[in-house]
């Protein structure tokens, strides 16, 4: 148990379906993180949000829309997905550090999203 | 750019050793080391600072080498528990963006008894 949980677990959705992923810290952070881990591929940045700003948007489509209605939680919605995003999606939280200073993430469990 | 890992997989038995490493094309201001078991979320294991510094916990220690733009991560005498995809995460450049990290691919390890 890391203090970030996600719902749902799993997702199983069609191409023309919205769903969104939720995401939820316990930890008192002020980042928060969507990665994407396709089998066989790194861990792949999404967005990132600091002190509830959008701070990196990494090249996503737009069919992935991230919202942060606070500090604790994280919202990705999804509309019109392919089969080729079906993956893992990894949600993060960090206390972001003094300048010159890493921070550590705190994964949650994930959600394992099928696009049919 | 991502890191490069190394090796991609390593089998092992019970009580031996093992190293992964973790190079970068770029200066690396730090590197994170993660584990990840199947069907679980990364677990942070440490992170390093650039200055050469040497961390470790248990068993599991990391080096860091600035001059090579490269991490290595030791296990030793590992256990069971040892068993899981390795990620190294890097953070390049000055520190200034200290929230975004590259993985590398990621080292599965397994050790059987």
């Known amino acids: 148990e890391t203090g970030v949980t996600q719902t749902p677990r799993h997702l199983v959705m069609g191409m023309t379906n919205k769903k969104s992923l939720k995401c939820e810290q316990h930890l008192g952070h002020n980042a928060m993180y969507w990665y994407k881990q396709s089998a066989k591929k790194p861990l792949e940045l999404m967005f990132v949000?600091?002190?509830?700003?959008?701070?990196e948007n990494n090249s996503v489509p737009s069919r992935f829309s991230p919202e942060c209605p606070n500090s604790s939680h994280l919202f990705l919605h999804l509309h019109t997905l392919q089969p080729e995003d079906s993956a893992l999606y990894l949600c993060?939280?960090?206390?972001?550090?003094?300048?010159?200073?890493?921070?550590?993430?705190?994964f949650g469990p994930g959600t394992r999203l099928t696009v049919l | 750019q991502q890191p490069v890992q190394s090796p991609q997989a390593v089998i092992l038995r019970e009580g031996e050793d093992a190293v992964i490493n973790c190079s970068s094309s770029?200066?690396?201001?730090?590197v994170h080391w993660y584990r990840q078991k199947h069907g679980e979320a990364p677990v942070f294991l440490m992170i390093l600072l650039k200055g050469g510094e040497q961390k470790g916990h248990d068993k599991i220690s990391a080096s860091f080498n600035e001059k090579k733009q490269q991490s290595s991560l030791y296990l030793t005498a590992s256990q069971l528990s040892y068993s899981g995809t390795y990620f190294c995460?890097?953070?390049?450049?000055?520190?200034?963006?200290?929230?975004?990290?590259?993985f590398g691919k990621g080292t599965l390890l397994t050790v059987n008894p």
């Open positions: 770029k200066a690396l201001y730090s």
């Open positions: 949000y600091s002190l509830e700003e959008r701070v």
């Open positions: 995460g890097t953070e390049v450049g000055g520190g200034g963006s200290n929230y975004k990290l590259t």
């Open positions: 993060a939280s960090s206390q972001l550090a003094l300048a010159g200073k890493a921070d550590t993430q705190y």
